[in-house]
T-cell receptor, first 115, second 114 residues
Framework: DVKVTQSSRYLVKRTGEKVFLECVQD?????MFWYRQDPGLGLRLIYF???????EKGDIPEGYSVSREKKERFSLILESASTNQTSMYLC??????????????FGAGSRLTVL | AQSVAQPEDQVNVAEGNPLTVKCTYS??????LFWYVQYPNRGLQFLLK??????LVKGSYGFEAEFNKSQTSFHLKKPSALVSDSALYFC????????????FGRGTSLIVHP
């Protein structure tokens, strides 16, 4: 089975801190994604990546950046955390680029609280 | 714009009764449609998908979904609910335009009562 591992399940940070959320997948998937999940809003795409050193903005990239230096690792960075970034963050990966039949494999999530 | 809608925030059903979680879509052309489930404090897990062919798709844990083109729906069903089916369910559709990244509905909380 594909495994997507998010290094931190729960984090508490202070406003203005720099936050790193790490995600690693072990099945050589090309695509990796970061979503944010909030009650009543579902999942919203922050950034995604098709390949190493490649990144594309999703629907809500403001306040976030990403890094993909190795194929298996996709990091989400909050340069200066704010309270409205308190949320559950979900990393996912999928195998194939291109049209639509890809199944996403998700990590367990990282719940971030910004005080 | 291509999208999915889940009209119910919450569905309540008694254990042993059939369950339905609704999803409607707005997609140009032939859609790919997905259902995912999220158990408490876990990430999302894939349940099933419709690509083409038979309108009734069978998936994990006894779930199935029926693709209805005329009603633009892809409702998730199970003949006999279990308490352990209580979870958050998401419908998803890839958005075209080069990236085909899935866009998700807002989710439906299924509560199965003993």
């Amino acid at each position: 089975d594909v495994k997507v591992t998010q290094s931190s399940r729960y984090l508490v940070k202070r406003t203005g801190e720099k936050v790193f959320l790490e995600c690693v997948q072990d099945m050589d998937h090309e695509n990796m994604f970061w979503y944010r999940q909030d009650p009543g809003l579902g999942l919203r795409l922050i950034y995604f990546s098709y390949d190493v050193k490649m990144k594309e903005k999703g629907d809500i990239p403001e306040g976030y950046s990403v890094s993909r230096e190795k194929k298996e690792r996709f990091s989400l960075i909050l340069e200066s955390a704010s309270t409205n970034q308190t949320s559950m963050y979900l990393c996912a990966s999928s195998l194939l680029p291109g049209p639509g039949a890809n199944v996403l494999t998700f990590g367990a999530g990282s719940r971030l609280t910004v005080l | 714009a291509q999208s999915v809608a889940q009209p119910e925030d919450q569905v309540n059903v008694a254990e042993g009764n059939p369950l339905t979680v609704k999803c409607t879509y707005s997609v140009s052309g032939n859609p790919y449609l997905f259902w995912y489930v999220q158990y408490p404090n876990r990430g999302l897990q894939f349940l099933l998908k419709y690509i083409t062919g038979d309108n009734l798709v069978k998936g994990s844990y006894g779930f199935e979904a029926e693709f209805n083109k005329s009603q633009t729906s892809f409702h998730l069903k199970k003949p006999s609910a279990l308490v352990s089916d209580s979870a958050l369910y998401f419908c998803a559709v890839p958005v075209s335009g080069g990236s085909y990244i899935p866009t998700f509905g807002r989710g439906t909380s299924l509560i199965v009562h003993p």
